[in-house]
């Protein structure tokens, strides 16, 4: 919970073996005890201290660590909300902790980058960022384009002085020192866009060539169905593996042949514009069939 009321909804709820006034609770502590309803115990619990502004949202906050079980984390969550509590909204949390000014808008988002992550090398992205790496370069960039301000400036405001060190190439080789850290921070993105996303794999080939034996032998589960029956693919399939700590999106596509019905030919031009669009594409061949050369 947090909040300015968290600890008075707490103090309804929570019966610890030492009982002391929040005033004298100090913060990052925590309690023995047991959550109770009408003096009947529903668990015993650990309870966290958090005080205003050292927490995550900068507010008072307070953890309950019961047992777990759906039932009795249930009946907690019931007496919270029972006793003056309000259900928070998905990343409430994290939003708080922005708009209270503890992390910026950089940090808000890798939170749930980290809870989405697919591989252990997108989890460390973005706990890097969550750590401020991206804000740091950032606000070291925006330092340089105000410095580049700051001497022009000078040099427009005061003609009368000699402003050493502030000429027409120096001035540029500032400029090109910020337009190359910013075309490396952009590069970045893609980077982290594939890890975030995943490097966008089709496997395509003609029917019955072995795409979908391909997947399930990379899943090592049967996922697409396999028979000797052509055009059993119709419709894409879509699964994340992880190689070496990228994770990689593969796409079983339809088989690439002339139609022979409607729902085959949208099912082929899904397989060309996914082709197209992938960041790699895992072409199959039968070799015990005759090439052939027709689109």
Do not use: W
Not at 95 to 101: I, M, Q, Y
Not at 160 to 167: I, M, Q
Request: charged letters at 35%.
């Amino acid at each position: 919970m947090s909040g300015k009321e968290c600890f008075d909804v707490l103090d309804k709820i929570f019966k610890p073996i030492k009982k002391e006034p929040i005033e004298k609770i100090k913060g990052y502590t925590m309690k023995y005890g047991h959550i109770v309803q009408n003096d009947e115990i529903v668990d015993e619990v650990l309870v966290s201290y958090f005080k205003e502004p050292k927490s995550y949202t900068t507010e008072n906050m307070c953890e309950i660590n019961s047992h777990g079980g759906n039932i009795v984390m249930r009946r907690i969550l019931e007496l919270c909300l029972k006793n003056g509590a309000d259900l928070a909204e998905p990343g409430e949390f994290t939003k708080r902790a922005f708009l209270n000014g503890r992390i910026d808008l950089t940090q808000a988002e890798s939170v749930i980058d980290i809870i989405n992550s697919k591989s252990e090398k997108e989890a460390k992205a973005s706990i890097k960022q969550l750590e401020g790496m991206l804000s740091k370069k950032i606000s070291e960039i925006k330092q340089e384009i105000m410095d580049v301000m700051v001497n022009i400036e000078v040099a427009i405001d005061y003609p009368e002085y000699d402003v050493d060190d502030v000429t027409n190439n120096q001035i540029l080789e500032m400029l090109k020192s910020v337009k190359e850290k910013l075309q490396k921070l952009e590069k970045s993105y893609d980077n982290g866009k594939l890890l975030k996303d995943g490097i966008k794999t089709a496997i395509i080939g003609r029917p019955n060539a072995g795409k979908s034996s391909l997947l399930n032998s990379m899943l090592n589960e049967t996922r697409a169905i396999v028979t000797e029956i052509e055009g059993t693919t119709r419709d894409t399939i879509e699964e994340f593996i992880n190689i070496s700590g990228i994770p990689l999106k593969l796409i079983d596509t339809a088989g690439i042949r002339e139609a022979k019905d409607e729902v085959e030919r949208i099912g082929i031009e899904k397989s060309r514009e996914i082709a197209n669009e992938a960041d790699l594409v895992i072409a199959i061949f039968d070799s015990t069939k005759e090439f052939s050369r027709r689109r």
